[in-house]
T-cell receptor
Framework: AQTVTQSQPEMSVQEAETVTLSCTYDTSESDYYLFWYKQPPSRQMILVIRQEAYKQQNATENRFSVNFQKAAKSFSLKISDSQLGDAAMYFCAYRLLFTGTASKLTFGTGTRLQVTL | DTGVSQDPRHKITKRGQNVTFRCDPISEHNRLYWYRQTLGQGPEFLTYFQNEAQLEKSRLLSDRFSAERPKGSFSTLEIQRTEQGDSAMYLC?????????????FGPGTRLTVL
C-alpha cells in the first residue's frame, strides 16, 4: 500500500520570504502522480501543483515549485515570496498513473503554514 | 463552471439518526469521489463512481454507509444509524476521465457532527 508522510505539522514563514514543505512517500510503483493541495481555513481544497513521476523536470506554477527526487521518494514544495493568502493547510498526495481506471488520492497528514508580517 | 458543490455545508444530528449528503460535480466530469477527513488528518478515500457505476469502495465504508449516483450526475452519501465516530468532514471531488491527469477538484465539504 502506498503511504504519504508529512513530518512537519506546522511551519511559519515571514511575508516575502521562502519556505519549503517536506513530503516523502512509499510506493513500489514506477508510474504515478504527486500533488500538493492547499486547504485554507473553512474553505475548499484547491490544487497547487502537480508532478508526473515520469518527468525529470520539476514542476513550477508561478511562486510554487517542487523538488522531486524519485529515487529518494521525496517531493517538497517551495513557496517563494510568501503572501498572507498562502496561510493554509497543505497536503501532499499520491495517485497511480491513469491507466484506464480511476485511482484514489492518498494524502499525508498535512502541514499548517502560518505567514507572519 | 461553478465548481463542485455540496449540500448541506453543516449537519448536526443525534446518534442513531440517518443523514444524507449531496454532491453536485463539475458538469462535464464523469468521475465522482467521496473522501472523509477527520480533525488533524488528511482526507481518506471512501468510494468513487464513473458515471453511474460505483467502481471502488474503501474498507472504511461500512455497511451503514451507502452512496449512489443514479443518473451519472449528482451523488448522495447516506449514513444510517450514525455514531459519534462518524463525525468528520465529508468531501466530494470530481474529475474528467481523459488522457491527461484526471485531476480531482474538491467541493467545500459537509461537516457532520454526531451528538
Amino acid at each position: 500500500a502506498q503511504t504519504v508522510t508529512q513530518s512537519q505539522p506546522e511551519m511559519s514563514v515571514q511575508e516575502a520570504e521562502t519556505v519549503t514543505l517536506s513530503c516523502t512517500y512509499d510506493t513500489s510503483e514506477s508510474d504515478y502522480y504527486l500533488f500538493w493541495y492547499k486547504q485554507p481555513p473553512s474553505r475548499q481544497m484547491i490544487l497547487v501543483i502537480r508532478q508526473e513521476a515520469y518527468k525529470q523536470q520539476n514542476a513550477t506554477e508561478n511562486r510554487f515549485s517542487v523538488n522531486f527526487q524519485k529515487a529518494a521518494k521525496s517531493f517538497s514544495l517551495k513557496i517563494s515570496d510568501s503572501q498572507l493568502g498562502d496561510a493554509a493547510m497543505y497536503f501532499c498526495a499520491y495517485r497511480l498513473l491513469f491507466t484506464g481506471t480511476a485511482s484514489k488520492l492518498t494524502f499525508g497528514t498535512g502541514t499548517r503554514l502560518q505567514v507572519t508580517l | 463552471d461553478t465548481g463542485v458543490s455540496q449540500d448541506p455545508r453543516h449537519k448536526i444530528t443525534k446518534r442513531g439518526q440517518n443523514v444524507t449528503f449531496r454532491c453536485d460535480p463539475i458538469s462535464e466530469h464523469n468521475r465522482l469521489y467521496w473522501y472523509r477527513q477527520t480533525l488533524g488528518q488528511g482526507p481518506e478515500f471512501l468510494t468513487y463512481f464513473q458515471n453511474e457505476a460505483q467502481l471502488e469502495k474503501s474498507r472504511l465504508l461500512s455497511d451503514r454507509f451507502s452512496a449512489e449516483r443514479p443518473k451519472g450526475s449528482f451523488s448522495t452519501l447516506e449514513i444510517q444509524r450514525t455514531e459519534q465516530g462518524d463525525s468528520a468532514m465529508y468531501l466530494c471531488a470530481s474529475s474528467l476521465r481523459d488522457r491527461d491527469t484526471d485531476t480531482q477538484y474538491f467541493g467545500p465539504g459537509t461537516r457532520l457532527t454526531v451528538l
